[in-house]
């Protein structure tokens, strides 16, 4: 992902606005960033997100037994036929079957009574989908071209890109289709999604809710619960073992050879519920799911399954209007994620994952407006000061937090609560990012944004408000000055100069105590993750909290 984003780097950025101008949006890089960032799910045992809900059995009406040939790939998505999927998945997804009719070699009449057939074998999820066999080119009548997915991952656009840099010796023809089967095709997909995939997950969601969830929530299943941690207290004879040796010692359902839960069980089971919700947007059915998974995930000591209920916890809270008053961030929004970043860093060695969780976490207190910018700008702060990031998206989260800050300059609040300055400093850091990249024009923006919020050359604002950036800011234009063939000025003249460190010290004492920013000079070094630093970083609250922690 981070290659993808480095090969966008030469685009430039859209015309510079100023920040009282409303219609200010998000740059096409961050943009393409998020996307790619949320787009690379790997099939994983402690979320189900990409997990199989649907199987498409499809066969053509040239088939000459086309019902035993579905009745074939049936057979094949059933577990034990299927080698590919793993035993943590669930195979009780909807099956839908797909008849195509070759419109030009087939006859209709034929292909009708077939699919009478078929929905007699094998129910109403099934589809005649009439496309055109006949090769399509630019050139004829009622022809579209093939569009490009938006949301291919970063390993599938990769292999993309690696099989056109191998045909490069000739040119790959685009790909054609006729608008008759573009609407055919269309029609198959809103018929599945509207009349059988939602109706099946929404069926799902109740059965499950019903037989599981409300019995694990009840007297009763807490009882057992709470019967079943404490049944091998003081004995090691209950604690089970798996056939690697390893000890459950909580004796429950988490499968500890495996590092999963098996399908069958209830904590999978309520997972389960709780991700068909998120993608119904049933937002409080799926916090108050996560919320109540985290005990159980934190007893059994599966941190990944911990750390993602405690992921999804969180930004199910900030979608839904339920959970959006302060007091609730202060105290469980903030230890959900603090919690969630911790257990995927230290226990999983996932940071994949903490950007994920931390960076949707940003974008959705952002968009909560003035009321959570302060709680945006922090958690982007906190992401940077883990180390993760590589420095294009260091630079790209930097924006960010500067754009975050700038909501509050576009306000009519007072003066002394626009963070005018906070997000100047991180249009600074920005810049420094873009330098160390070699992107000058876009760390030439950057700097500009932070001249125009400092207003520099006003009359008052002749010098930068905190004499520590003095430094900084020298480096930055001396960077620039020294390869712009344009000859520009410089933005402001000092006369000082002082380490990046120094001024990352000063700095952070006079403008921004809530957390530490980052520097270029310190891009490397924060790279390599330090057990010992991280541990004293998550220590403030998340040992003291009620959540399993030993």
Known sequence: ??????????????????????????????????????????????????????????????????????????????????????????????????????????????????????????????????????????????????????WLSFEEERRQTHSRDCTDDFEVPEKYIMESDVTAIRALLREMVAQSIVPFMENRMMTWNDQVASRRRGISGRFMSLSKRWAGFGSSRNASSGSNGVQNPSNGNYDY???????????????????????LRDWKLAHNTYDFLRTDFSHDKAWSYHAAANEMAAISSLLSSQFSSSRF???????????????????????????????????????????????????????????????????????????????????EAPSTCTRRRQAAFWHVLSSDSWIGLGKLSRARVRLQKARALYQLGQPGYEDLPFPSMQGLWQHLEHALRDTNSDGDHALIDVGSHQSLNDLIELEEAEQLNAFTPFSSARTESSSTQDPDRLNAYFAKDVHSKADGFE
Not at 257 to 279: I, K, S
Not at 386 to 393: D, E, K, R, W
Request: charged share 25%; net charge negative.
């Open 329 to 411: 961030r202060s105290e469980h929004l903030d230890q959900m994620l603090d919690t969630a970043a911790y257990s995927y860093l230290t226990r999983c060695s996932m940071p994949s994952a903490v950007v994920r969780c931390l960076t949707m976490a940003m974008e959705l207190l952002k968009g909560r407006g003035l009321v959570a910018v302060d709680e945006a700008a922090k958690w982007g702060g906190k992401l940077l000061e883990l180390g993760v990031l590589g420095q294009a998206a260091q630079a790209l989260t930097a924006e960010r937090i500067a754009e975050a800050y700038m909501a509050r300059t576009d306000s």
């Open 1 to 150: 992902m981070q290659e993808k984003v480095s090969d966008n780097l030469d685009e430039d950025d859209p015309p510079f606005r100023s920040s009282s101008d409303p219609r200010r949006k998000s740059s096409a890089l961050y943009m393409l960033y998020l996307r790619k960032l949320l787009s690379g799910k790997a099939l994983v045992p402690h979320e189900t997100f990409s997990h199989p809900v649907t199987c498409m059995i499809t066969v053509s009406s040239h088939h000459p037994a086309p019902i035993e040939a579905l009745r074939q790939l049936y057979t094949k998505t059933i577990q034990g036929q299927n080698s590919s999927i793993p035993v943590w998945v669930n195979t009780d997804y909807l099956r839908y079957y797909v008849l195509v009719h070759d419109e030009e070699q087939d006859d209709i009449t034929k292909s009708t009574a077939l699919f009478d057939l078929m929905k007699r074998h094998f129910g109403l999820h099934c589809h005649l989908l009439r496309l055109r066999s006949s090769h399509c080119i630019q050139t004829d009548d009622d022809s579209t071209q093939v569009p490009q997915c938006e």
């Open 257 to 279: 050879q495996r590092g999963a839960y098996l399908p069958d069980t209830p904590e999978a089971t309520m997972r389960h519920l709780a991700d068909y919700a998120f993608m």
